[in-house]
């Protein structure tokens, strides 16, 4: 697939054009500068923003010293992939509303912004509410802020995603 605006995202997967503003969806833009943040857990490649990229190996080494495990799931995503992976699971039979209740819609995903990572530990299965239980999230709980991470989707959030206790994103002022 050539890579595509938000205008033609939406409009591929029957997403009206105002879904964003009608939801009060913040809209990201994708990053210009990406860097190497290492594999994720099953060995591709994943990239982040520079800033982004070595606050989080800071971070993961941190966890590291005080024996927590974290594991890179997925970082960086464009505007295509981000249509792509909505696509995979209409394709799978899953209706559009229950699917952007988990995946933000093109041009929404704090992904696009190279500051965003969705972290495992081992022993869970990724992107589960069972990393709530784990002590890689109390961990991050504690010390993720100090790297300048916070927790997206917390249970309840504004946007109306699903709780994502995995999703982690750098602030920026």
């Known amino acids: 697939m050539t890579e595509l605006n938000i205008a033609e995202a939406l409009a591929a997967l029957g997403i009206d054009a105002d879904y964003a503003a009608s939801r009060n969806l913040p809209v990201y833009q994708e990053a210009t500068q990406l860097v190497s943040a290492g594999p994720n857990i099953v060995g ?4 982040l923003e520079p800033a982004t990229a070595g606050q989080w190996i800071a971070m993961r080494q941190a966890a590291e010293a005080d024996g927590i495990d974290l ?65 890689a999230f109390g961990w991050l709980s504690k010390n993720a802020g100090k790297h300048g991470f916070v927790m997206s989707f917390p249970r309840d959030n504004r946007f109306g995603y699903v709780y994502e206790p995995w999703h982690w994103c750098r602030r920026v002022s």
Do not use: M, W
């Open 44 to 47: 591709n490649e994943q990239q």
């Open 71 to 135: 594991l890179l799931v997925s970082g960086y995503r464009s505007i295509t992939y981000q249509t792509e992976l909505i696509q995979r699971k209409l394709d799978k039979g899953e209706s559009l509303e229950s699917v952007l209740r988990v995946v933000a819609p093109p041009g929404c995903s704090e992904h696009h912004t190279g500051r965003a990572i969705d972290i495992a530990t081992p022993g869970v299965p990724p992107l589960t509410e069972a990393f709530e239980a784990t002590e």
